[in-house]
């Protein structure tokens, strides 16, 4: 028998789901996997969907999605891991701050986020990082309410909008989309978006000035910007690992996925011809 489904009954059930699945997670702390769950199992009874074809559906979906990026989050989220308790992430960050210089900590802080969280999640990537945010400001007096957004900033866009995040993967799975050229137009599109949110996180600094106490218990609120100290914290350094090492399980798999793009666009194109 064939199911006839109507498109907008579907859309309407779709958007009730959306508020379901935020409600779950945000204020009843469900997990993730069972709130989606509900939701999707939501949408089709909503949309007239019957319970049987609601279910295989489900199974279906999840099962050819899992099947397309389940190999790239694994690993994906292994690395994660391996950066954390490294100290990597923590070396990327102390390498841009001091080659960017004094008073560009903010912009430091926006790049680090944005190359960590291409293999960490974002909120693991913001638990490793936001104690260094705090020492930044401690030490320079600047607002760790800018250095905290400009982080956050730089963790959120690549978790949006680049693989290997399970988002964006997800999406080049299920669009059919090469992942070497979802990451290739995610960096271009994220790179304006950090520079456009620095504004933003330079603006709301100025306005919640905050740094922290000498003992570092607390918190105090400013009426006005202090006189900058450069930030030289090295003493820990001994006990990360070098550069190349931090950067080079980002930077090298990145490339390679990349050139395998290019040289497939280059492949598909064909030899130039000139016609006379």
């Given at each position: 028998m064939e199911i006839t489904v109507s498109g907008g009954q579907m859309i309407f059930g779709l958007v009730v789901s959306i508020f379901l699945l935020i409600f779950l997670i945000m204020k009843t702390k469900i997990h993730a996997f069972p709130a989606l769950i509900i939701a999707a199992a939501l949408t089709g009874i909503i949309g007239g969907m019957p319970s049987t074809s609601v279910i295989a559906s489900i199974t279906k979906g999840f099962g050819n999605t899992l099947g397309s990026i389940g190999i790239i989050i694994g690993f994906g989220v292994m690395m994660g891991e391996i950066f954390e308790f490294s100290g990597a992430a923590k070396r990327m960050a102390k390498t841009f701050i001091k080659g960017l210089g004094k008073g560009r900590e903010e912009l430091a802080l926006a790049i680090t986020g944005f190359i960590v969280s291409i293999p960490i999640f974002c909120d693991s990537g913001f638990v490793i990082l936001a104690p260094l945010a705090k020492v930044i400001s401690k030490k320079t007096k600047k607002s760790v309410v800018t250095l905290g957004v400009s982080l956050a900033l730089g963790l959120v866009v690549t978790h949006s909008l680049i693989p290997p995040t399970p988002g964006p993967v997800g999406v080049a799975g299920l669009f059919g989309i090469s992942v070497g050229s979802l990451m290739l137009w995610g960096i271009v599109l994220s790179i304006p978006m950090v520079f456009g949110g620095l504004i933003y996180a330079k603006y709301i600094g100025k306005q919640i000035y905050q740094i922290p106490s000498e003992d570092g218990e607390g918190w105090?609120?400013?009426?006005?910007?202090?006189?900058?100290?450069?930030?030289?914290?090295?003493?820990?350094?001994?006990?990360?690992?070098?550069?190349?090492?931090?950067?080079?399980?980002i930077v090298v798999p990145i490339i390679l996925i990349l050139l395998q793009t290019v040289t497939a666009v280059m492949k598909l194109q064909g030899p130039v011809i000139n016609k006379k």
């Open positions: 105090v609120r400013l009426s006005g910007a202090q006189t900058l100290a450069d930030y030289t914290d090295d003493k820990d350094d001994e006990k990360l690992p070098s550069a190349v090492a931090a950067f080079a399980p």
